[in-house]
């Protein structure tokens, strides 16, 4: 490949990793990301599953003489790369022991670069970009509904085939990603991170999810996880209730996270709790019945099993 700026204009896509930005550039200029890549010298060797695939969120992290040779081949500036990946300008103590001046480059881990990576919707990309191409990208859970299209996108760090769930005929998920836009900010308003308070909400609801199997009135996941695996997830319902969970879940997780932020639910956790004097909250209490109202199950706060309280 030339080292002087290459005659296609490959702009990157918003959240994108660099390992995917190299690969999309590849396909435009008819190349394997392989012989791309050696226009870099790497310092390691390429993140694998233990199956010996190659994992979609794997991460490149370059030097300078590197990152100006992305930009010279995508025709980018420097700065516009900079605004849309989140890995450009990180470092790599790898990267330090090479010769100034030599384009060199440093696989990693995406998820321990710059948090969660998902894949794009392709779709979308391809409205973008002009190709139907993979596109992966750094995306918290509370923003993996493409409401254009109806895919909920996956984690891209599991050694699966899929990238996308349909969720089309789920209109509660576009409904609670939207939702989540004002409960963040009604975070801040708090004082609290949204980032902790949608964790917290996740861990409760994961905890929910992981005894369902015995609530004998809950309808609503079920329904949602068939929906997503296709009509009926039959044979694989074990394989589809780790993929399809987060999805099922997201509805309420953002509900749960609305009620933590509300003030008279603390109050109920205070008096339930112990008031003073702390104690598991009771799965009968008040502040059970009222967040069991808040997600649709008000027969939840009679289950008559106890969870400890995340504070």
């Known amino acids: 490949m030339p080292h002087h700026p290459g005659p296609l204009r490959i702009a990157p ?15 435009r200029y008819g190349l ?3 012989a791309l890549r050696s226009c870099w010298h790497w310092r390691n060797h390429q993140p694998k599953h233990d199956g010996g695939g ?4 794997a991460e490149v992290l370059l030097n300078a003489a590197g990152r100006q040779r992305l930009a010279d081949l995508c025709g980018i500036e420097e700065d516009g790369l900079a605004r849309a ?13 090479g010769k100034d001046g ?25 409205r973008r970009t002009g190709i139907d191409v993979r596109v992966v990208r750094y995306a918290p859970l509370w923003s993996r509904v493409c409401v254009r299209h109806g895919r909920w996108l996956l984690d891209a760090d ?5 990238e996308h769930l349909d969720v089309r005929h789920l209109p509660e998920m576009a409904a609670a990603q939207r939702r989540w836009t004002g409960v963040a900010r009604r975070a801040v308003r708090a004082g609290a991170e949204p980032e902790r308070v949608f964790a917290l909400a996740h861990a409760v609801v994961a905890w929910w999810w992981d005894q369902a199997l015995h609530w004998e ?9 068939h929906q997503v695996a296709g009509g009926d997830a039959g044979g694989d319902l074990e394989w589809w209730r ?9 509805p309420e997780v953002v509900a749960v996270a609305d009620a933590l932020l509300d003030p008279a639910m603390g109050e109920l956790v205070w008096v339930d709790s112990g008031a003073g004097r702390p104690r598991a909250l009771p799965a009968d209490g008040m502040f059970c019945r009222r967040l069991g109202e808040r997600v649709g199950r008000t027969w939840l706060g009679h289950w008559r099993r106890r969870f400890t309280a995340v504070r």
Not at 54 to 57: F, G, N, S
């Open 54 to 57: 190659a994992r979609a969120d």
């Open 102 to 126: 030599v384009p060199a480059a440093a696989w990693r881990i995406g998820g321990a670069v710059a948090g969660p990576v998902a894949f794009g919707c392709r779709l979308c990309a391809a």
């Open 242 to 250: 780790i993929v399809g969970r987060d999805a099922v879940v997201f």
């Open 85 to 97: 990946l989140p890995s450009w300008g990180q470092e790599d103590t790898k990267l330090s022991a």
């Open 217 to 225: 009135r809950e309808s609503t996941w079920p329904r949602r996880l």
């Open 13 to 27: 896509l918003q959240g994108e990793t660099t390992s995917s930005l190299i690969c999309r550039i590849a396909i």
């Open 158 to 162: 599991a050694d699966q085939p899929h």
């Open 32 to 34: 394997e990301a392989k």
